[in-house]
């Protein structure tokens, strides 16, 4: 063996010492993709990027939708109005990442009560350019109308129709409610 081909072992040697500390310390958990399903809904988590999108195959109330922790954005498209809704997401409402990711690691969904749920408005402004709420969105998004909603105040959802509200149920951590009408449809 040369001159070179020494130099290259004592460099990787070198290097494998220097960067074992630094994979010693990265938190695997954090580049973490799950998947699972609970009754009609398909969940994909993707704790590096601080995503859970759903899919619920329901024929009364299908519809998709993302949760979107790192930017706080609630995003879910309306298959029956064929509308997307976009919503700042209240996170201390909403359970956290963590808990979903340990509610399908153990697939113990059926522990969390769905006691509470929120009440969201649709507003009349259209969302004009998906593409600066992330790529999913946008994907999930594209075809369709998309609005802004606003979480209603407690004791506010009183004074709206209930007629007019989708219901729908996140995993079974809580009831959303989106209602009023969607302009031009």
Not at 3 to 26: D, K, R
Not at 106 to 112: D, H, I, S, T
Request: aromatic letters at 8%; glycine letters at 6%.
């Amino acid at each position: 063996m040369g001159n070179v081909g020494q130099q290259m072992i004592v460099f990787s040697m070198v290097m494998i010492f220097l960067l074992t500390p630094s994979f010693a310390l990265m938190n695997t958990t954090d580049s973490r993709v799950l998947d699972g399903s609970i009754g009609t809904q398909i969940i994909h988590v993707n704790a590096f990027r601080g995503m859970v999108s759903i899919r619920d195959n329901n024929v009364l109330s299908e519809w998709d939708g993302i949760v979107d922790y790192k930017n706080a954005l609630l995003a879910i498209k309306l298959f029956s109005k064929m509308a997307c809704v976009l919503a700042k997401m209240d996170q201390a409402a909403f359970p956290t990442l963590e808990d979903i990711i340990r509610a399908l690691d153990q697939q113990v969904l059926k522990q969390y009560s769905s006691t509470h749920g929120l009440t969201y408005t649709v507003l009349p402004s259209r969302v004009k350019n998906l593409a600066q709420y992330g790529m999913p969105i946008k994907d999930m998004c594209r075809a369709v109308p998309t609005y802004f909603v606003q979480q209603q105040k407690e004791g506010m959802a009183l004074a709206i129709d209930p007629d007019s509200c989708f219901k729908i149920q996140l995993l079974s951590f809580m009831g959303l409610a989106i209602c009023g009408e969607i302009p031009g449809l």
